[in-house]
């Protein structure tokens, strides 16, 4: 299995709402992230996790939980999200965490939108 | 802080045009990965390189890694509807050594057929 899967696809929820992205790799990865992307933008770090430890977290507000429940599994919680936060988040994975050996694998990412 | 520029940001070419988008790092970069985002999906990885004057090839696409391991370019010969996408360059942070990959701002690739 060489692919990431992250589900839903599509995403729309209220300024109140909880959901959760989540995402899966069968690839033996011992790193995976998170990040989000806006329209003709580079992708942007939110978390890193090493061999299931949080590693980095590049200051996203608290509205953003990620969460690594093992190896394969990664989450990552929204709570009174702003229409701002509206972007497409993708996971990804590598080998290592360090230089991020192998390049990353995404998932296809999680279309949220905000109202 | 550690930057990657990328240029140019847009290229229009005509389908059998060749393409080339260039890289340039702040520091020096252990490696510099490359990836393709078609129009609506999500980036794909191409390469990695690693040793200084790298030359790798993937069919038309010719990928170098410059010799003082900063800067690095991939070049598509004879171009085609189907690589339509962005292209991004990616080195690793070298402050945290984390696996965070810091991304230029792309390419946008437009091939008229």
């Known amino acids: 299995d060489t692919e990431v899967t992250q589900t839903p696809k599509h995403l729309v929820m209220g300024m109140t709402n909880k959901k959760s992205l989540k995402c899966e790799q069968h690839?033996?990865?011992?790193?995976m992230y998170w990040y989000k992307q806006k329209a003709k933008k580079p992708p942007e770090l939110m978390f890193v996790?090493?061999?299931?430890?949080?590693?980095i977290n590049e200051s996203v507000p608290s509205r953003f939980s990620p969460e690594c429940p093992n190896s394969s599994l990664l989450n990552l919680h929204l709570h009174a999200l702003q229409p701002e936060d509206s972007a497409l988040y993708l996971c990804?994975?590598?080998?290592?965490?360090?230089?991020?050996?192998?390049?990353?694998?995404f998932g296809s990412g999680t279309r949220l939108t905000v109202v | 802080g550690q930057q990657v520029m990328q240029i140019p940001q847009y290229q229009h070419v005509q389908e059998g045009e060749d393409f080339t988008t260039y890289c340039n790092s702040s520091?020096?970069?252990?490696?510099i990965q490359w990836y393709k985002q078609r129009p609506g999906g999500h980036p794909v990885f191409l390469i990695q390189?690693?040793?200084?004057?790298e030359v790798k090839k993937q069919k038309r696409l010719t990928f170098q890694f410059g010799e003082a391991k900063k800067n690095s370019s991939l070049h598509i010969t004879a171009t085609q509807t189907t690589d339509v996408g962005t292209y991004f360059c990616?080195?690793?942070?070298?402050?945290?050594?984390?696996?965070?990959?810091?991304f230029g701002q792309g390419t946008t690739l437009q091939v008229k057929p």
């Open positions: 990804a994975s590598s080998q290592e965490a360090i230089g991020a050996w192998g390049g990353y694998t």
């Open positions: 690839m033996g990865h011992r790193a």
């Open positions: 996790y090493s061999y299931e430890k949080l590693s």
């Open positions: 520091t020096t970069l252990s490696n």
């Open positions: 390189l690693v040793k200084s004057g």
């Open positions: 990616a080195g690793p942070d070298l402050l945290s050594n984390t696996g965070k990959l810091i």
